[in-house]
């Protein structure tokens, strides 16, 4: 075979690994600074999340679902990055990133991280999570544990529902090898004619239809435990009937992950939306960078596919079980268990922003913070929903980078379209994986009469933004909403975010400069309070670290706290390195990606780099500037300390100026954080080890407090109503 197989049962490993250096320690004064490489920390971070699918502290279907995230993280890593550096190898680059390392390096540094995680991964599945859902009554079963009873059934099942659909392909000099669609699941079949002994075994493929679900409940019918079965085994327990005449020596499943970056130049291209239509059609012909296969194929079948497909066999990934475990998510879902989920979560309604019909009243008189998914996403929808039926409101403008399928953004924005108000729409074309949803959404914005733009040319729109402009009585109003997040209800629910509500005429009036810059023409648009990339996010965020220094050289308090999903950028770390040689006290909670190197003695003694990851996904960005100890300067926004967020997007980070939103932000939210035992400590060696208190029984988990706090104020909330309801009733 072109690559050993995984052994089954393989330890799975305690903590996660970046790419550490080899030399850590540097002296003041020398500015060669060591980093962790940008696609192995990326890695440490999905070991993190394979840990959650281990950890026995999460309910047993969470595990599943955990389980289900690494894969899809693997793949989303192979389509995009593996492939970059893919084509740098091609193209002869030799460049190194900060840490040093070349594309070849890290493609072989890689393929040998994947392989162990992808071991662990499946070990997790075999040894962990099959034995203990089967003491829960529900079953995975592979062909040669199937009852004759499930085996009558399943034969059923295949000629109703499966046969049908499926079209076998021969591969031979009239029938060449076919174009397998990105990530579709297909069978390598070996086939010998029984009266044929001189020729060697011939090749067919078996395309599965993406329309057939991956994973089939056996029976539902059927009191008792609930018996499922991965489609692969089901097409392979009937392939005789597909190659009538044959003899069938074996079948594979299998499945290539291709490139999927778009390649568009913009500045040549006349109409962006057709040309990134065209591009999503190649995408299902990008060069393979990856194969994944059952273990047990048979050498000289693996190695007529791998030259089918030109692939090289350090690309070849064997698989010791069903091929993509992302599937397991269908799973979670098909299964009505609740004692083996999470318990139900019902977000706040903050009592103020209950009413839609008092919105604007209410955030005039004052600013709201809600913290998703704690607090509602309602608001949000509500917010829009009343600027499109309040007759006072004139004009709507709304960036959109990622919504659901069945949007109620998409839906308020038509209907304000159709009440006869201005609506703008910024919808990013480019926004990764959902560029054929926002192609959609923007046929049907503009087909009701939206304004549709896609901003500035060679820069993805991901700031979160919402203007209002609404006439009252003295004169023309501006209410915006600024946030860390997607519009889009369904990942409200999952992802944590923060949403920001306020008339404040410093912020409405540059929110209103951001969108005249990404519809019209501005160069260089001036902003004073909110920062914007690429024009001033960069410079001002390097200001900040840099006086913070300053006050630390002074002898003045100093300190910096960031929320960030991922630290990156050069820049940035040298200044954080520089500000903890001079005694700034600095915490960083960056959920994935970290390129800085925390506790290395007379560099960043003075940085901790945390990891947060849980329930839900952690998705807000926080930025806390201690100021000398006078008022602490708060920045929230859509911005991660990436190249990509300050030089390449369009962002948007915001200041928070309400003493009573500031105090919620330094005395609730960042220190639950900061105590928040579930967390893992980045280390100087690029371990990841668990926060001081982990295995305490009284461990401090933030989102569980969140939610608490959530509750209670719900409740109160309730009793509020009713106390009222009950007053206008007397």
Known sequence: MAAPTPPRKRPARKTATAAAPKAPRTPKGKHKYPYFNRELSWLAFNRRVLDLATSTSQPLLERLKFLSIVSSNLDEFFEIRVAGLVQQVESGVIEVGLDGLGPKEQLRRIHSITGSLVADQYACWHQQLVPEMKKEGIVFKTRDELTVKEKRWLAKYFEQEVYPVLTPMAIDPAHPFPQLVNKSLNLLVSLKEPRDRRHPPKMAIVPVPRILPRVVHIDPAEKGPQTYIFLSDVIKLHYDQLFPGFKVLGAWAFRITRNSDLYIDEEEVENLLK??????????????????????????????????????????????????????????????????????????????????????????????????????????????????????????????????????????????????????????????????????????????????????????????????????????????????????????????????????????????????????????????????????????????????????????????????????????????????????????????????????????????VRSILGRYLEHSRIYYFENAGSEPEIFLGSADWMPRNFFRRIECVFPVADPELKREITEDILPAFLKDTTATLLQANGAYRPAPGAKSEQGFCAQTVFMQRADDQRSRNETILRENDKDQRD
């Open 275 to 608: 040309q990134i239509e065209e591009e999503l059609h190649k995408l299902r012909k990008g060069d393979p960078v990856r194969l994944e296969i059952e273990h047990e194929v048979d050498d000289a079948m693996l190695h007529q596919l791998t030259k089918a497909i030109d692939l090289p066999s350090e690309f070849v990934m064997p698989i010791d079980g069903p091929i993509n475990l992302m599937r397991l998510m269908s799973v979670y879902g098909m299964i009505e268990r609740p004692d083996l989920k999470d318990a139900p979560f019902q977000p706040n309604v903050p009592a103020e922003l209950a009413a839609p019909e008092k919105l604007f009243q209410n955030i005039r008189a004052e600013d709201f913070l809600l913290h998703h998914p704690y607090d509602s996403f309602n608001p949000v929808v509500d917010f829009l929903r009343e600027a499109g039926r309040d007759p006072q409101v004139f004009a709507i403008k709304q960036t959109l980078y990622r919504t659901s399928g069945d949007s109620p953004i998409i839906e308020a924005l038509k209907q304000a379209s159709e009440n006869g108000k201005q609506v703008t729409a910024l919808v990013e074309l480019k926004a990764r994986f959902d560029e054929a949803n926002n192609i959609q959404w923007a046929r049907e914005l503009e087909e009701v009469g939206v304004h549709v733009v896609y901003g500035l040319v060679g820069l993805k729109t991901h700031c979160k933004c919402c203007l209002v402009v609404r006439r009252e009585a003295d004169g023309l109003r501006r209410y915006c909403h600024l946030g860390t997040g997607n519009y889009n209800p369904k990942t409200a629910r999952l992802y944590t975010d923060l949403s920001f509500f306020t008339a404040r005429e410093e912020v409405t009036a540059e929110v209103a400069d951001l969108f005249n810059t990404l519809t019209g023409f501005s160069r260089s648009p001036h902003f004073e309070n909110l920062m914007v990339a690429p024009f001033n996010l960069h410079s001002r965020m390097q200001a900040l670290i840099q006086r913070e220094t300053s006050n630390a050289k002074a002898g003045k308090p100093a300190r910096i706290v960031a929320k960030t999903n991922s630290l990156i950028e050069k820049e940035t770390i040298d200044n954080l390195y520089a500000a903890s040689q001079a005694g700034v006290k600095i915490e960083l909670i960056v959920r994935g990606i970290c390129g800085l190197v925390p506790g290395v003695r007379g560099l960043s003694e003075n940085i901790t």
